[in-house]
């Protein structure tokens, strides 16, 4: 359970160790007492590390604001309180960013993920001219930092007139890098012995990326799906810029919209705030994460 | 008109069932200024009516106020309607004005706030709004003149005051009492240095409670050391951008705040002054007047308000943002751009918006209007930070005209305060930095002014 609150909780979570299970096990095996128990004691930290700011958004959520701003603080709300959050869903149209948020993550990390799927394949498993120089546009194209790109893509989507539009916050952001990347490498890793048995029973391309790879790569694509979908569900400047009305904006902005710029901010109303937006990635996680076992372990069994 | 006379704890409860602001909008006639009356229904206009982009930057209570006059100003008569959309903090939404100036998806009305109008102007994006002024005869002279003359550049208004603060100074009325102290904030520094280490309370070496508290980093500390430049004597540079960290007296108010936290060690700086003073963390601090709806809202006890301190000089700024039109916008639309401008700072708009959100009422007349006066006897602190106006002036050119120049400026003083560092040689180094980020402004501005 700490384990996924904190990864839910997080918008970058830690690159996530896609093959090594083996290896993970071979050195658990022989790890002593007390290298046990400094790894209990570091997963005690961690869990702390990450589990402290949650836990404090939540009985933030519960606290009224004079006890939020009362000093000593306190770890308990006293007088629990559910005002906050009708307080915060009544502030902004909460309903329709959640509408707008599940249409921008789902055809996002769709597109997302469908572009790195298929790239990847390519780049892992295709023979064709120049190959290793668009990997390297492809590994350059990872350094750039999205900041840079704002502006030059704010004047594309302007000129395409997508501005305040689905496809405006969508598309730019459909195809990235990062996914082609990871996938590749872990494409790779997969045993060639199940390709050409493939290829000897007539699969083509296609049935072989459908059939064949991505069963085996599946908790490497889970893993990247997930990061996606939490990255595009707290994305934050890029919808604020390319959008206009309330109508289009998206929950992070909502939160937004509950602070205040120069006076004192309603903590408990902006934590309320917080859990509606925290709350679905949570459910999708935990319902997700099956499939990273899943996969795991079948790919162990196979190696 | 019962909206003007509810506090803001009433109506903060009111929100806590989301009809707050709408049942308000249903109980109230809109206002409409000068001539421009009510339009009923039935006299539908012959021609569409005209609309108009309005981008702004508040969020919480106060944007919703402002959705609120929108409203009114929509329902107030059928040629224009405002279109109103948020986007984001005074720094998100100036740059993406930048952005779309460019690409041509700029609003016609823009909030702008203190340090960025200004670039606008230096790109030439803002329209000269004195003959639009004139056509709906808006008074210039009734507007608070050190607000109004902040947005004038060459005897031209470009930028017209709305949402305008000031700091104030802050004291917790229980610690005063039991100080001993009398209920009213300290004339000059040198009274407060004597009450200061009264209100001081220690836990052995650690401070419990300061007696007062500087903001660390963040954008508002050279905001506040503002004033208290002037109040040495001293300035952070000339309209002309002469800059003048290095002077005697200005490095000398450096030098006061920094002894304030490592001499006499009564002070500190602190990432939230508000929440340091709504906890009873320090007796007091200087903050801005937009922070007292919160801290009336959330403290648990009485708090006064004062004018700042004196040291030779009595001294005191403006900040906050203000409404322009930029020049993109068609000739049609200028017109009826002009018009909300008008009605969101008219007497009448500007005492809601201030009651409602602690900023300053920009108009001189709103002052004498009855709702002022009733809601100045019911909250007396608010009335404080208005006597206190006139006396303001506008800040210098080197932290609102400087590009990045607040953070530069900033940046400095926490060295002071933060890592005691030696005032003079952080000023030092602060000036030769506003200079050569000035130099570029300084050139655009003669192609300009000449």
């Not at chain 1, 937004?256 to 006076?263: A, D, F």
């Not at chain 2, 609003?107 to 102007?121: A, N, R």
Request: proline fraction near 7%; hydrophobic fraction near 45%.
């Amino acid at each position: 359970m700490a384990s996924t609150t904190n990864l839910a909780a997080e918008t970058k979570p830690a690159p996530i160790k896609t093959n090594k299970p083996t290896t993970t096990h071979w050195v658990g095996q022989q790890r002593s007492l007390i290298g046990r128990v400094a790894a209990y004691l570091g997963l005690v930290l961690c869990v702390l590390l990450i589990g402290l700011p949650v836990y404090w958004m939540i009985s933030g959520a519960f606290k009224t604001p004079q006890e939020i701003y009362s000093v000593p603080p306190t770890w308990i709300p006293t007088q629990p309180t559910l005002a906050s959050f009708p307080k915060a869903w009544n502030s902004a149209p909460f309903g329709r960013y959640y509408i707008n948020s599940f249409v921008v993550t789902l055809f996002g990390s769709g597109f997302e993920v469908f572009f790195a799927v298929t790239s990847a394949y390519a780049f892992a498993f295709l023979r064709f001219p120049g190959k290793r120089y668009i990997f390297l546009l492809l590994l350059a194209a990872l350094m750039v930092p999205v900041q840079v790109t704002i502006l030059p893509n704010y004047l594309t989507v302007a000129r395409l007139s997508w501005i305040n539009t689905y496809q405006g916050i969508i598309i730019p952001g459909a195809s990235v890098a990062y996914g082609a990347f990871l996938l590749r490498q872990y494409y790779r890793t997969l045993p060639t012995e199940i390709m050409d048995a493939a290829r000897v029973d007539g699969a083509g391309h296609i049935r072989t990326l459908v059939s064949v790879v991505t069963p085996l790569a599946k908790p490497a694509i889970v893993s990247f799906a997930l990061l996606s979908i939490v990255a595009k569900w707290n994305e934050f400047l890029w919808p604020l810029i390319v959008t206009n009305t309330k109508e289009m904006r998206v929950l992070p902005i909502g939160i937004y919209w509950l602070m205040v710029e120069e006076g004192t901010i309603d903590w408990g109303v902006v934590m309320a705030g917080t859990i509606f937006v925290v709350l679905p990635v949570l459910i999708v996680f935990l319902y997700a994460q099956r499939y990273i076992v899943d996969g795991i372990a079948a790919g162990a069994v196979k190696g | 008109m019962p909206e003007k006379t509810i506090s803001r704890r009433t109506l903060l409860k009111g929100m806590t069932v989301g009809a707050g602001v709408l049942a308000l909008a249903g109980c109230t006639a809109p206002v409409a200024p000068g001539p421009a009356a009510p339009a009923g229904d039935a006299a539908a206009p012959a021609q569409e009516a005209v609309t108009i982009l309005f981008w702004s930057s508040f969020t919480g209570k106060n944007g919703e106020t402002e959705t609120e006059l929108v409203k009114r100003f929509n329902e107030s008569q059928s040629d224009v309607v405002i279109d109103y959309q948020f986007q984001g903090s005074y720094e998100e939404t100036a740059q993406k004005v930048t952005a779309a100036l460019q690409a041509g998806t700029a609003p016609d009305i823009s909030l702008l706030s203190d340090v960025w109008w200004f670039k606008f102007y230096l790109n030439q994006t803002l329209l000269p709004l004195d003959d639009l002024l004139n056509a709906q005869g808006v008074d210039v002279n009734d507007y608070q003149d050190s607000l109004i003359n902040e947005g004038v550049r060459q005897g031209v208004h470009y930028w017209i005051p709305f949402a305008r603060s000031t700091p104030l100074f802050y004291y917790n009325k229980e610690k005063w009492a039991a100080a001993g102290l009398p209920d009213r904030g300290p004339e000059t520094w040198d009274e407060f240095m004597e009450w200061a280490p009264n209100l001081l309370e220690m836990e052995g070496e650690e401070m419990k409670t300061a007696a007062f508290t500087h903001p660390d980093g963040a954008s508002y500390i050279a905001w506040l050391f503002q004033p208290v430049t002037w109040q040495w004597g001293g300035k952070y540079s000339d309209p002309d951008f002469t800059m003048h960290m290095t002077d005697e007296l200005t490095v000398a108010a450096g030098q006061f705040y920094k002894d304030t936290v490592h001499t006499y060690k009564w002070a500190r700086p602190s990432k939230d002054v508000q929440a340091d003073f709504i906890g009873g963390l320090t007796a007091a601090a200087m903050m801005s007047t937009g922070s007292m709806g919160g801290i009336k809202a959330n403290a648990t006890f009485e708090f006064g308000t004062a004018f700042l301190p004196k040291k030779e000089y009595f001294g005191c700024c403006t900040g906050g943002a203000g409404l322009a039109i930029l020049s993109r916008t068609p000739a049609e639309k200028q017109a009826p751009a002009m018009q909300y401008i008008a009605y969101a700072s008219s007497p009448e708009s500007t005492a809601f918006w201030s009651q409602n959100t602690g900023y300053m009422p920009v108009r001189k007349s709103a002052l004498d209007l009855p709702e002022m006066q009733t809601y100045f006897e019911t909250y007396p602190q608010f009335k404080t930070a208005v006597d206190q106006l006139p006396l303001t002036q506008p800040q210098d050119s080197a932290r609102v005209f400087v590009p990045n120049g607040d953070q530069i400026i900033g940046k400095g003083l926490e060295r002071i305060t933060v890592q005691a560092e030696e005032v003079a040689a952080v000023f030092a180094e602060v000036q030769a930095t506003l200079e050569s980020e000035a130099q570029p402004v300084v050139e655009a501005l003669r192609a300009i002014e000449g």
